[in-house]
C-alpha cells in the first residue's frame, strides 16, 4: 500500500500532536450561545432558474456579527407532509455551485439548502470591515486579535450550525432527517455542522480540511490550502517566537477537537496519498468521534474527486445503506 503519511494501522491510533486550549469547551458553548441569540431575518425569493421537479429560491439569513449569509434552496415540488433536507458546504475559497448539480436530490423528494462561506466565492458578507471578497488567508483571521472569538473561522463554523437550526425550524422539515455533506473545507463544515447542531442525524465528510494544523506543520505540508500558515509565520513571526501560542490559538478551530460532540451517523471519506489534508489530519478527528461511523479509505488518491462518494453518499442519506 502507498504511503504519504503514515502506515494504516498507526493512522488509526492517532490521536493528534495541535495543543488544546484549557477552555475549548467554555469557548464553544459561549459561542453557541451568540449564535442562537441571533435573528436570523430569513429572506426567500424565488430564484430566475427554476425547474419541472423542484423550486427554487435564493435564501438570506443573518450570522453572528451581522454577515448576510446567502443558500441556494430548492424544494421539491408537490411536497407531502414533512420531508429531509441535505446541507452541501462547497471547498476552500469557492461557492455553492450550481443548481443543476443539486437536482438529484431534489428529485428524491429532498430540500438542499447549498451555503455560500463568507467572504469567499459566492454571495455571503465577510463583515470584517471590507467590501467584497477576501476569497482565503481564513485560517489566520484573526490570529493576531487578543480575543479568540475574532477567529473568522469560528463564525463560519457557526453559520453552519445556524442554517441547520434554521432548517429544522421548518415547517416542512423533518427535523430528525436533516443530513450535512461536503468536501475538503466542506468536509471541514461538515463536521463543524453537526458538532455545533448535535440533531443532525447523518453526515458523509470527505477528506475534511482544518484539522490537527500543527501536524500539516511537521510534515512541511503548509502549502497549497495551508500556505497561509507558512505566509504567516514568514511574515508575522519569523523566528518562531510565538509558535505554541499560535497553534494553540488555532486549536479553538481545530476540528478534531469539534468532533467527539458528534452524535450523527457518519460516513467519512479518505485518500491515504492527500498532501493537501494529510490523512493523519483527518483520522485525528475520525479516531475522536464517539458516534456511529465508518470510514471508507482510498489507499491510491490524493485530494481530488473520490470515485463513488457521490454515489455512496446518495445511498447513505436516501436509501439508508450504510
Given at each position: 500500500?502507498?504511503?504519504?503519511?503514515?502506515?494504516?494501522k498507526?493512522?488509526?491510533?492517532?490521536?493528534?500532536?495541535n495543543?488544546?486550549?484549557?477552555?475549548?469547551?467554555e469557548?464553544?458553548?459561549?459561542a453557541?450561545?451568540?449564535?442562537?441569540?441571533?435573528?436570523?431575518?430569513?429572506?426567500?425569493?424565488?430564484?430566475?432558474?427554476?425547474?419541472?421537479v423542484?423550486?427554487?429560491?435564493?435564501?438570506?439569513?443573518?450570522?453572528?456579527n451581522g454577515?448576510?449569509?446567502?443558500?441556494?434552496?430548492?424544494?421539491?415540488?408537490?411536497?407531502?407532509?414533512?420531508?429531509?433536507a441535505?446541507?452541501?458546504f462547497?471547498?476552500y475559497?469557492?461557492?455553492?455551485?450550481?443548481?443543476?448539480?443539486?437536482?438529484?436530490?431534489?428529485a428524491?423528494?429532498?430540500?438542499?439548502?447549498?451555503m455560500?462561506?463568507?467572504g469567499?466565492?459566492?454571495k455571503?458578507?465577510?463583515v470584517?470591515n471590507v467590501?467584497?471578497n477576501?476569497?482565503?488567508?481564513?485560517?489566520?483571521r484573526?490570529?493576531?486579535?487578543?480575543n479568540?472569538?475574532?477567529?473568522?473561522f469560528?463564525?463560519?463554523?457557526l453559520?453552519?450550525a445556524?442554517l441547520a437550526?434554521?432548517?429544522?425550524?421548518?415547517?416542512?422539515?423533518?427535523?430528525?432527517k436533516?443530513?450535512?455533506?461536503?468536501?475538503s473545507?466542506?468536509?471541514?463544515?461538515?463536521?463543524?455542522?453537526?458538532?455545533?447542531?448535535?440533531?443532525?442525524?447523518?453526515?458523509?465528510?470527505?477528506?475534511?480540511?482544518l484539522?490537527?494544523?500543527?501536524?500539516v506543520w511537521?510534515m512541511?505540508?503548509?502549502?497549497?490550502a495551508?500556505?497561509?500558515?507558512?505566509d504567516?509565520?514568514?511574515?508575522?513571526?519569523?523566528?518562531?517566537e510565538?509558535?505554541t501560542?499560535?497553534?494553540?490559538?488555532?486549536?479553538?478551530?481545530?476540528?478534531q477537537?469539534?468532533?467527539?460532540r458528534?452524535?450523527?451517523?457518519?460516513i467519512?471519506?479518505?485518500g491515504?496519498?492527500?498532501n493537501?489534508?494529510?490523512?493523519?489530519?483527518?483520522?485525528?478527528?475520525y479516531?475522536?468521534?464517539?458516534?456511529?461511523?465508518?470510514?471508507?479509505v482510498?489507499?491510491?488518491?490524493?485530494?481530488?474527486?473520490l470515485?463513488?462518494?457521490?454515489?455512496?453518499?446518495?445511498?447513505f442519506?436516501?436509501?439508508?445503506?450504510?
Open positions: 500500500m502507498p504511503v504519504l503519511d503514515m502506515p494504516i498507526e493512522l488509526e491510533r492517532y490521536n493528534g500532536v495543543p488544546k486550549p484549557l477552555d475549548f469547551e469557548y464553544w458553548n459561549k453557541i450561545a451568540e449564535m442562537k441569540a441571533v435573528d436570523p431575518q430569513i429572506v426567500m425569493t424565488k430564484s430566475e432558474f427554476q425547474s419541472p423542484a423550486e427554487c429560491y435564493d435564501m438570506y439569513f443573518t450570522g453572528v454577515a448576510r449569509i446567502y443558500v441556494k434552496h430548492l424544494r421539491p415540488k408537490n411536497i407531502a407532509g414533512k420531508i429531509p441535505v446541507l452541501q462547497h471547498g475559497c469557492g461557492n455553492c455551485g450550481e443548481w443543476y448539480e443539486k437536482m438529484g436530490y431534489a428524491s423528494g429532498m430540500a438542499v439548502f447549498a455560500d462561506v463568507r469567499q466565492g459566492g455571503s458578507q465577510d470584517g467590501i467584497g477576501t476569497v482565503h488567508g481564513h485560517i489566520i484573526g490570529l493576531d486579535e487578543e479568540p472569538h475574532k477567529l473568522l469560528r463564525d463560519i463554523f453559520d453552519t445556524e437550526r434554521i432548517v429544522m425550524s421548518l415547517d416542512f422539515i423533518d427535523e430528525a436533516v443530513y450535512a455533506m461536503g468536501g473545507q466542506g468536509g471541514a463544515l461538515t463536521l463543524a455542522c453537526a458538532s455545533l447542531e448535535q440533531r443532525i442525524a447523518k453526515i458523509a465528510p470527505a477528506e475534511p480540511f484539522c490537527d494544523y500543527k501536524r511537521d512541511d505540508l503548509d502549502m497549497e495551508y500556505g497561509e500558515l507558512r504567516y509565520f514568514r511574515l508575522f513571526d519569523p523566528r518562531h510565538r509558535e501560542e499560535i497553534f494553540e490559538k488555532l486549536g479553538y478551530i481545530d476540528l477537537y469539534l468532533a467527539p458528534i452524535k450523527a451517523d457518519v467519512m471519506f479518505t491515504l496519498l492527500d493537501i489534508c494529510p490523512p493523519s489530519t483527518q483520522y485525528a478527528a479516531n475522536k468521534m464517539q458516534c456511529k461511523k465508518k470510514h471508507v482510498y489507499p491510491d488518491y490524493r485530494h481530488e474527486y470515485k463513488d462518494v457521490n454515489d455512496i453518499t446518495y445511498d442519506f436516501v436509501n439508508d445503506k450504510y
